[in-house]
């Protein structure tokens, strides 16, 4: 989805950008391409613990643009991609050794969880680490 981000750079500042979707959201980069770059984890962030309803809709490029703190500053859109919200459980099929997997089913009886949950809680550890 497609959301305005109003843009400013202050003399001896970063690139800051405002979403008016997401109130209070600011990001701050030490370029324009970084700072587009970003905008996907600050929504993420932003969205953490929100209930995926909460997630808003995009205001049109003339509403942003209309608003005091747009005035004298640019306006781009950016890419949000709201999959990051979507809990639907999908089945994979994954390619494991023998010996790996059953230390991994190991692993996980110990832990009381059952194979696929301690993957994915151990994976996302990994990931977000």
């Known amino acids: 989805m497609r959301y305005p981000m109003i843009v400013y750079k202050s003399d001896g500042s970063d690139y800051c950008g405002l979403l008016p979707d997401f109130p209070g959201l600011f990001v ?7 700072l587009v ?24 490029l003339e509403q942003a643009a209309a608003r005091e703190d747009a005035r004298g ?20 099929n994954i390619t494991v050794p023998r010996y ?5 089913d190991r692993a996980a009886k110990k832990a009381g969880k059952k194979r696929s949950t301690f993957l994915v809680e151990r994976a996302l550890a990994a990931a977000t680490a």
Do not use: H, Y
């Open 28 to 34: 701050a980069e030490k370029t324009l391409d970084e």
């Open 37 to 60: 770059d970003s905008v996907q984890d600050a929504v993420e962030t932003w969205m953490d613990g929100e209930a995926p309803e909460a997630f808003p809709a995009p205001c049109s």
């Open 73 to 92: 500053r640019a306006l781009v859109m950016v890419e949000i991609d709201p999959a990051f919200l979507d809990d639907k459980v999908e089945r994979i």
């Open 100 to 104: 790996a997997l059953a230390m991994i």
